[in-house]
């Protein structure tokens, strides 16, 4: 049976929405025939340490991670730059990739879906694609009934993965959904985005973390 290596790169670890969605194509890999996967979460430093070791020896990778100001966790980041060491090997493993953002576009995640697949190229492992999901904080709220389909097409994903080795353009596509949001869409969002509901989650994730109190804070800004 072909292996899987799951590597989750939220600094949320289990409770994250990159889990969430990487648990659906794991379901969907299992199910087209591929052995029950290794997951390891790039947040806790032994997983770390043991996910730098495991890369050398998987079959297929699959690493999902948030979209962190355009860009990425510096949490992953570190793991990518602990990989030079297989630069140049001849047996790199395949590699995936999911990426999810906060805000709904996914045009948001491209600039690093490109560097994800030149990653791949300059490891010489081939790339299996990347999958991009917008809206991805609203995992943290809403229950498995709403996510039918977006679960479908992820199962979908991993089962293409087990059966042909990599991601079917068409299934990426619709995962992504719109490029951009319609001027309709837009205007509709900017109206929910003030409504008290949609301020109440952000003030309480803002509590929980501690950080109320410097909401204002621009520490990069000029004196
Ligand atoms: C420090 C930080 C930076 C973020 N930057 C972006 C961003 O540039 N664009 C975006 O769409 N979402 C951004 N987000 C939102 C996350 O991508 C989003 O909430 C994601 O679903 C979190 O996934 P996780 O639970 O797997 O960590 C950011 C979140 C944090 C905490």
Redesign the pocket.
């Known amino acids: 049976m072909d292996s899987l290596l799951l590597l989750?790169?939220?600094?949320?670890g289990p409770?994250?929405?990159?889990?969430?969605?990487l648990t659906q194509v794991a379901q969907g890999w299992q199910a087209g025939g591929g052995a029950e996967p290794t997951v390891l979460h790039l947040a806790r430093s032994a997983d770390f340490d043991r996910a730098v070791i495991e890369i050398g020896r998987a079959g297929k990778v699959l690493l999902?991670?948030?979209?962190?100001?355009?860009?990425m966790?510096g949490l992953v980041l570190g793991f990518i730059e602990a990989l030079e060491p297989l630069i140049g090997r001849e047996d790199n493993p395949r590699l995936g990739f999911l990426v999810?953002?906060?805000?709904?576009?996914p045009l948001?995640?491209r600039g690093l879906e490109r560097y994800l697949m030149k990653l791949a190229m300059r490891l010489g492992s081939p790339h299996v694609g990347t999958i991009v999901r917008?809206?991805?904080?609203?995992?943290?709220v809403m229950p498995d009934q709403a996510l039918g389909k977006l679960f479908a097409r992820l199962q979908d994903l991993g089962e293409q993965l087990a059966r042909e080795g990599r991601f079917d353009p068409e299934t990426l596509r619709q995962v992504a959904g719109r490029e951009r949001l319609s001027p309709v869409s837009a205007a509709a969002m900017f109206v929910a985005l003030k409504m008290p509901i949609t301020q109440f989650y952000w003030t309480q994730q803002l509590k929980k973390n501690r950080a109320w109190q410097r909401r204002f804070d621009a520490p990069h800004a000029s004196a």
């Open positions: 989750n790169g939220s600094p949320r409770r994250s929405n990159s889990m969430r969605m999902g991670l948030p979209l962190y100001t355009d860009s966790p999810q953002s906060g805000f709904m576009e948001h995640s917008g809206g991805g904080e609203a995992l943290q």
